[in-house]
């Protein structure tokens, strides 16, 4: 390069980061517009009524979605600044909240049988009240439901395709460095499970991945990337998409794990696979294949990322590779964090089914067991995770190195 084609790229280096940092401040202003102070439920002879205490006004969008029965209500430009969740009554089952894209704050009602919205209306200040949405729900039969349903479908791919901006074209990958992408699990609305110490999987798994991130980057020789550095939701298929988008070397989806057993405790490692190991991993897969569902999306019939899949021979060889990082991971790990006596297991993983990128869903421990859940939330305890996950990484690499020989 001559000086004058260096100062030029020096040049649209700068203006480039100048043009992210207006980007960023201004989809943080955008993002903060409205809080959501708190959310209330009352009932009445006929209807559940669920109001949404805001700051300011906004125009909510409300649809339905069935198998499960779900209500999901997206606010736009709002983040949520209430305190402690409240009891749902009458025909809402549970509910759960959280950041669905960079513009939407998503709130998903679980109900216990058909319902429909009967009325959705925003009412201004007054009478010692701020600004609210107040929604009406009436049971329905089913097919009254699946109607409404039919009627209030979302509009979804202008919130999914924002989802993820600021890797919408591959990065040229840094001078000799292996790409590893780290994908902490769950976020936003999806919030996985709770553990017996009141801290949800999707805060855990991003302290968790936070902590390898320090650890890989303290290294030098890798260029490390998270499917989320923040508390929202990505679609399971969007999460190993981001992997091939950066062209990964390596995906490593993290996880915490629940069980009605309160003393089984200890990590495992998922390969994906046809078959499930066993019956838990099995299980373990329907749970973790569910977050899509449970962040108020409805599963279209073309999606065979939960259910099909078809290994073809790249698949294979991917596979292989796969398999081969999650038995050093099983063993660096056991050296210094519990972890299941058969820790290596297999299951039909969504977010494991990259064609083209080793892949293993690292189940970091039980939450459902007190002693490992505060491991899992422990400074100490992430640290002993992202020093063996590093160990793990740099021995596979030297050893896929030392057979390329
Ligand atoms: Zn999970």
Same mark, same amino acid.
């Given at each position: 390069m001559t000086r004058a084609e260096k100062n030029f790229t020096a040049m649209i280096r700068h203006i480039v980061v100048l043009l992210t940092v207006i980007f960023v401040q201004a989809s943080i202003s955008a993002a903060s517009s +409205?809080? +959501?102070?708190g959310v209330r439920f009352g009932e009445n002879a006929s209807a559940t009524r669920f109001v949404i205490d805001l700051s300011g006004t906004t125009s909510p969008s409300v649809f339905m979605l069935a198998d499960p029965y779900r209500i999901v209500i997206d606010l736009p430009n709002a983040s949520w600044k209430g305190k402690a969740d409240v009891k749902p009554i009458g025909v809402v089952d549970g509910y759960r909240h959280g950041l669905f894209s960079d513009d939407t704050y998503r709130i998903v009602l679980d109900l216990k049988q058909p319902a429909v919205v009967a009325n959705a209306f925003s009412l201004p200040a007054g009478r010692g009240s701020g600004p609210r949405y107040v929604i009406d729900i009436k049971k329905e039969s089913r097919s009254k439901f699946l109607q409404a349903v039919a009627s209030s479908k979302p509009e979804r791919p202008a919130v999914v395709t924002r989802a993820t901006p600021e890797i919408a074209s591959p990065r040229r990958r840094a001078a000799g460095k292996r790409v590893i992408v780290l994908d902490p699990g769950h976020g936003g609305p999806d919030p996985g499970n709770l553990g017996v110490i009141g801290v949800h999987e999707k805060v855990i798994t991003l302290k968790i991945a936070r902590a390898i991130r320090d650890e890989l980057n303290k290294t030098g020789r890798y260029e490390v990337h998270l499917t989320r550095d923040r508390d929202i939701f990505h679609k399971v298929r969007e999460r190993f998409r981001i992997a091939r988008r950066h062209k990964a070397d390596l995906f490593i989806s993290i996880h915490a794990d629940s069980i009605q057993n309160p003393k089984v405790n200890g990590g495992s490692v998922y390969n994906l696979s046809?078959?499930?190991?066993?019956k838990e991993a099995e299980r373990l897969a329907a749970r973790e294949n569910k977050s899509d569902l449970i962040a108020g999306l409805d599963l279209d019939a073309t999606d065979d990322t939960l259910t099909g899949i078809l290994i073809d021979l790249a698949q294979r060889e991917t596979l292989n590779y796969s398999a081969q990082f999650a038995e050093i991971l099983v063993s660096e790990m056991r050296t210094d964090v519990p972890m299941l006596r058969r820790a290596h297991r297999f299951a039909n993983l969504g977010?494991?089914?990259?064609?083209?990128v080793p892949s293993v869903l690292l189940?970091?421990?039980?939450?459902?067991n007190k002693t490992n859940a505060r491991f899992l939330n422990s400074k100490n305890g992430q640290r002993r995770i992202a020093q063996a996950v590093r160990r793990a990484i740099d021995r596979y690499f030297a050893e896929l190195n030392t057979n390329a020989r």
């Open positions: +409205v809080d +959501v102070e046809e078959n499930a190991s066993d977010m494991l089914k990259a064609p083209d189940e970091a421990g039980y939450l459902t």
